[in-house]
């Protein structure tokens, strides 16, 4: 009796530990964020820099560093932290760019005039057909494409 109550036990607890082990990988994948950005990334990458820097400079003055490997990480970090500074910067340059060119389009698209579409709505029956169609899909007649202003 005690040694059943402990082989179940026993495999009550396998299948617990085992459980997120055998779990669909979907599960791991909804965690996972969904709105990563080049600027988003850019920001975590800086952010860990900074993070790394500060290790440096508490195991520096914890002695754990020599001098030259302190200056020689230090001046890594900092280039490195540089560059993505620059590349968030070029990125900030683009976007307002972007919104410069996305306004221009805008406002031409807006003075444009509107060409003539063709209709293709059925004499006989009224239907309003899709694009380009030269029998009507509701009664079957011949339809003649008009042109109207859209």
Not at 43 to 67: C, H, I, M, S, T
Not at 119 to 127: I, L, N, R, S, V
């Amino acid at each position: 009796m005690l040694l059943g109550i402990a082989l179940l036990i026993s495999v009550g607890l396998l299948i617990f530990v085992a459980a997120p082990l055998l779990a669909p990988e979907t599960q791991a994948a909804a965690a996972l964020p969904v709105d990563v950005t080049p600027q988003v990334d850019l920001k975590r990458r800086r952010l860990v820099l900074y993070e790394n820097l500060q290790d440096l400079e508490f195991e520096y003055k914890a002695g754990k560093l020599a001098p030259d490997d302190y200056q020689a990480l230090r001046v890594d970090y900092t280039a490195e932290a540089a560059q993505l500074m620059a590349a968030s910067q070029d990125l900030e340059v683009q976007s307002t760019e972007d919104a410069q060119i996305e306004r221009a389009v805008a406002a031409r698209r807006a003075r444009r005039t509107p060409e003539s579409v063709p209709d293709y709505t059925c004499p006989k029956c009224g239907f309003e057909n899709p694009l380009p169609v030269k029998f009507c899909g509701e009664c079957g007649g011949k339809i003649s494409p008009r042109s109207k202003k859209a």
